[in-house]
């Protein structure tokens, strides 16, 4: 009940941390009272504070730096556990004292798990605060961890498996594609957990892990909304601040792709699809990675490749050929390793599934051949920078941002120079990104097929 | 020059192990007196020790439990990477000296990595057997690791490497078509290692791996030839027996397989291949992972399938219908994971790969679809357990499969009761071992073709 689908929230946050950082050139944040202020606690507790004086809220939330990507080989899927057992009991509170608090005040709350990251969050009043604070403290280091608990949630977890994973075909391919485009980068684990690695974990190991990684000096506390910097620190350090600081952690160094030098295809023929699909994907530097500006230019690609209504291929396929349902691309620029870019379509009446994927390829191909003009660059650039998000998104959305952002190394500036890094993105570099990466015999794509009612 | 390329070592070395195999049925083993006898000192090495008088020479060999799927992620080529430095100087030889021991006496010496182990061996006359054994005993323990050594054999592995995978498309496709079939199991990654990570090995790395497995109570002693039992564990004692028990290893348990629910194919295209060619590939049980008989079966499905000139596959496709220059199959069941069982093909004259492959997946789909006749069984049977190897090779082919199968947890049992284990396999065996794993739904596929002169 308190945890999101991983692959799907994590995408889902990554288009809200697009439209946030879009948020940063708009007229709010150049007022300086809404700017983020940090400063670290004296056992190693990154806090960042976004003030959002519109009204009486506050979203409070622990990022640890910790996601499916760091778990140990063949224990996939613990990082993910713990965003489960983080709702059960403490030494101090049942389980369930926590959601009970929030819901008597009229707040809600949820975690999710990334590759890079694992975040709880509170969205509550902001009185209340101090008492959201006191309880993350408390779970942060006080769960109980019986064999009991394990067992019970383990269950949940693999229900949560079979009902979104595999019963549902697009994300059983999804997986398979993910672990062929990368082969030795831990991005290729589904952040769930594989099923027979679920099955296995046990008390012994989420006892190293959660010892290893919830600790003060591995997490971020980020509060944004109807707060003030100085109030906050003070609440900060009579909770958190009580934590002791854990071990030293080492830097995050994962194994990393080799070169790839082959065409890969996925297909998964199930009757249970309905309309075929297919998406292409390529190995591309994210924001941590990348040489200077190149994750700019792959955003910006994305953006006039694929990026809504507005974009090449959905102009050209679903409006103007009128041969797809669907057409886009996608860039999640914003992980600790090297990332994906992708490109995908769908059918639509009487065209098949090969002439929207050759058509798909051939847009690919004119972008890293011709580029893109001058104009579409700024329009898109226009678009990205001045896109504005629901009001009631908003707090939240920023605290995303910053909170991602932190997780995986960056920094307050890098959020606050990101639309002034876009700006000075060039033609040369968006067409160079596209020559240099999206190369189809060093690609890897997925199809999606319905199966014919006479085959086995 | 003291290597054997280890991916190529190792199919040798199992068509070696297969004949070997096939040996141990023959009138030479049925006679006691060529028996193996095994025992263990006390520092917890394994000796195996298989007499062989028809002439003065004895075989040497040393296993240790180490493979490249053992090691840590990130480090890959790190067990590769040992037979090179365990040629290099330690504190009491200087480099080059053992060699130059061995070629005085007119004997020879290699090393080979795979996967699942390690081996270094000798050949000689047994009068030399003592002073082999001390000086594998003594680069057993007192190599010199310095920051020169590494760096210096560091670029002769990578240039190894560049000549012997980076400069063969086929070698280059075969390491991502295995890193596309197997998506968690270690054995995705290549032996040698990948480039990138090849280069970041460290006299921190190497000190740690060598600590960690080269230790007398990791390793199996082989001796084959000219000896007597007793004067073997005479000289063990007085030489490796010497060397103190390292730490305890934990049990070899690696990250294994996730279900497999999609088609993939890999496909290289490259101006370097002269004919196209083309193999499928599927994850099976290993004789260490399968259910009781399934390991046999699959062996015999690979010999009446593909298995030389008698094999479906070679009469159907290249005798009958004449459009392939070779057509086969392959199955490894000598490892200590789940494995693949595999079948190729290449187009003669105006057939094309699609032909052949088309021409192969029917051969494989009536296979599991009909069976096999009794007939064709006990023929396989035959010829798997007449086939003979020649004398040259056989006393160190005997040695390679004790050693094998030691060292990823077998017993000279295993060995000795291989024969009679194929003959009890029935046709519904080989029969249900098809069905249920040569599913085209459910493989992986590499291509290998040739560019046209026109294309990029």
Redesign the interface.
Known sequence: MLTTHPARSLRCLLAVILLCLAFFATAAWARDESKATNFTLGNGMEVVVIPDHRAPIVTHMVWYKVGSADEP??K?GIAHFFEHLMFKATSNHEAGEFDAAISAIGGNNNAFTSYDYTCFYEIVPPEALEEMMRFEADRMRNLVLDDRTIATEREVVLEERRSRVDNDPGA??A??VN??LW??QPY??PVIG????IRQLNRADARAFYDRYYRPNNAILVVAGDVQPEAVRALAEKTYGQLERGPDLPPR????E????????????DARVGVPGFSTHWVVPSYRTAKPGEAEALDLLSEILGGGTRSRLYRELVVKQGIAASAGAGYQGNMLDDTEFSVYGAPRGTATLGEVEKAVGAEVARIAREGVSSEELERAKDRFVRATIFARDRQQAMANIYGSTLAIGGTIADVEQWPERIRGVTTEQVKAVAERYLRP?RSTTGYLLPKPAAEN
């Open positions: 080989p063949g996939s059983v391919l997986e398979e672990a062929t082969q030795n290729r684990i594989w099923m027979h690695e160094v994962r194994p990393v080799p070169e790839q030098n082959t065409r890969r295809t996925v297909t998964l023929t015999a």
